[in-house]
């Protein structure tokens, strides 16, 4: 084993077989001081299910420990049934790391067993799982008879993946295998997310939400790596999908840059669907299916949920088609950076963007110069840069001399900046270390007096406010918000929420002018819908306030009391 650390990037060379490699990686984490060892990603994402189970039935105390306890035993269950070929990447770290077992494997089944929580919950308790949600976002732009990859990693583990990022540099022994980088983060014992391995193949892992889930598949990290370890075509990589089981709901971004092809592979329950590009510019996958017969089959969460997804391809379709044209890497980068929502072309703090607040991990790969870039900013969202740029091959790293930084030199106001870390404040406490929501409420105040015209920051900061029976200030946020650009279902959730104010403070004749106003759009969420029609009987009330619980990935809480 091999560390550098070049720019707040832990670079790790690993020789051998699975057991070795594992084994080197644990011996590395356990000389960590203790309390780095804490900061590792594996502390949130081990909790992380659990936590939604609690919040999912928190009506009936003592449920929760109870449902978390039998959930933990469940993982064990699942773990203890995986053949030995997988547990033996995982067994070994776990020794040589000294890191509890139960924490590995909690973690390596929390992605999928997230998507079995949410495919078993109610309508009322689904919502609640979004908040442990996976997302991603990849695009594959083709220039100049080449293809680059870029790709943000958005998943639960803020300030705690984000701050300890790596790329492995794998070199297998096994025959059969070849080598590949893995861009991941330290103590994550699993290099199938994001990697491009010598034939040219390269991949990215994003989740989707179904009904239809597999409690017999395998982690889907697994397949990552055989595709990775094996694949030396694209119809090869194709058909290592096809033959795997999976637990939950995935796609796969796949390009062979030798071939010059490139694909999305959705998988379900031992289905796959293969997308082909939409255009000629490149291919863009976010969280949302392509395929329409998986989408028969898709969980609805929320209006915001499906218009952040689309949005964030839109995007990425929209800056494939011009650098195709006349490719640039700074331009290139600034998609992954980008703050601009596409349904009102204006700059946003969060929501609907392609710079997520979860987006723990930014890279591209290059292989017209055989090169790597990886964001080295150390807060989400990491997309907005600076980037390292790194050989491939672990071996020509010694011939950087002067790392440079490539910043993206992004239109983003210092305020902007500002308020952008006090959001990503806001959102570490409230939804990865669970603070008490004034703590998050208090950022949001500071992020909307340095950035006050950003509508989706003001009804975040709307959302705390009724939770905190402010609804004064409440109805001025929500009415600031409508005041400003916001896309058709935003506006609407903003009325719903300035007549939740409205009701409280008396003024029922402007409550229900708002609610109809709702009912005259066109399109209408169906959750929303039926909400506005009940409160038109019923006015929004004091008690509602304890049943608001935001969700800080998305402009709209996860239910509408």
């Given at each position: ?353 392609t710079s997520v607040i979860t987006t723990i991990q930014s890279c591209a790969f290059d292989p017209k110069e055989d090169c790597i870039y990886i964001s080295t900013r150390q807060e989400t ?181």
């Open positions: 084993m091999e560390t550098k650390l070049i720019k707040n990037i832990h670079l790790v060379r690993l020789s051998g077989t699975h057991r070795e490699r594992a084994e080197q990686h644990g011996r590395l984490i356990a000389s960590l001081p203790k309390e780095e060892q804490k900061r590792l990603a594996f502390t949130p994402l081990s909790k992380k299910n659990q936590t939604l189970i609690k919040r999912a039935t928190h009506r009936i105390p003592g449920v929760g420990k109870l449902m978390g306890g039998l959930y933990e035993a469940f993982v064990l269950e699942r773990f203890l049934r995986l053949p030995k070929v997988y547990r033996e990447r995982i067994e070994p770290f776990a020794r040589a790391s000294k890191i509890p077992l139960k924490k590995i494997w909690l973690t390596l089944y929390q992605p999928d067993l997230l998507m079995v929580l949410a495919a078993s919950a109610t309508q009322k308790t689904r919502n609640r799982f979004l908040q442990g949600l996976p997302g991603c976002s990849t695009v594959r732009i083709f220039s100049d008879k080449n293809t680059y990859f870029l790709r943000n990693l958005d998943y639960p583990a803020a300030s705690y993946w984000d701050t300890h990022q790596a790329v492995f540099f794998h070199e297998p022994t096994e025959a059969g295998s070849q080598k590949y980088a893995s861009v991941s983060s330290l103590g994550m014992q699993i290099s199938g997310l994001t990697g491009w391995n010598e034939s040219g193949i390269a991949i990215s892992l994003h989740a989707h939400f179904s009904k239809n889930v597999s409690l017999k598949g395998v982690p889907i990290f697994f397949l990552g790596e055989e595709i990775l370890e094996k694949a030396r075509t694209l119809d090869h990589a194709i058909e290592l999908c096809r033959a795997f089981n999976p637990i939950g709901a995935w796609a796969l971004n796949l390009t062979s840059f030798k071939e010059n092809r490139s694909v999305t592979v959705e998988l379900v329950h031992g289905e796959i669907h293969v997308r082909s590009p939409d255009h000629d510019g490149g291919i863009a996958h976010s969280n949302f299916f392509q395929s329409p017969e998986f989408q028969k089959h898709e969980l609805h969460f929320s209006g915001a949920f499906f218009e952040d997804s689309e949005a964030r391809k839109a995007r990425m379709d929209e800056s494939a088609k011009v650098l195709s044209v006349d490719f640039h890497w700074r331009s290139a980068l600034s998609t992954l950076g980008s703050h601009l929502e596409p349904n009102t072309n204006e700059l946003r703090i969060y929501g609907n963007v969202p990491t997309g907005i840069g600076p980037y390292l740029k790194i050989p491939r091959d672990f071996s020509k790293l010694d011939e950087i001399k002067d790392p440079e930084l490539m910043d993206l030199n992004l239109p983003l106001s210092q305020s902007f900046h500002r308020a952008l870390h006090l959001y990503h404040q806001a959102y570490v406490s409230y939804q990865v270390k669970s603070e008490d929501p004034k703590v998050a409420h208090a950022y949001l105040i500071q992020a909307t007096e340095v950035h006050p015209k950003d509508p989706h920051l003001l009804m975040q900061r709307g959302y705390f406010e009724l939770m905190d029976h402010q609804a004064k200030e409440a109805h001025a946020c929500f009415d600031r918000a409508l005041q400003e650009p916001l896309s058709a279902h935003l506006y609407q959730v903003a009325l719903y929420f300035r007549a939740a104010a409205s009701d409280l403070l008396g003024s029922r004749e402007s409550a229900i002018k708002d609610y109809q106003t709702i009912l005259g759009f066109k399109n209408v969420d169906e959750r929303l819908g039926t909400r506005v029609k009940k409160r038109l009987n019923r006015p929004f009330s004091w008690n509602s306030c304890k049943r608001i619980e935001p969700d800080l990935q998305f402009v709209e809480p996860i239910n509408y009391p």
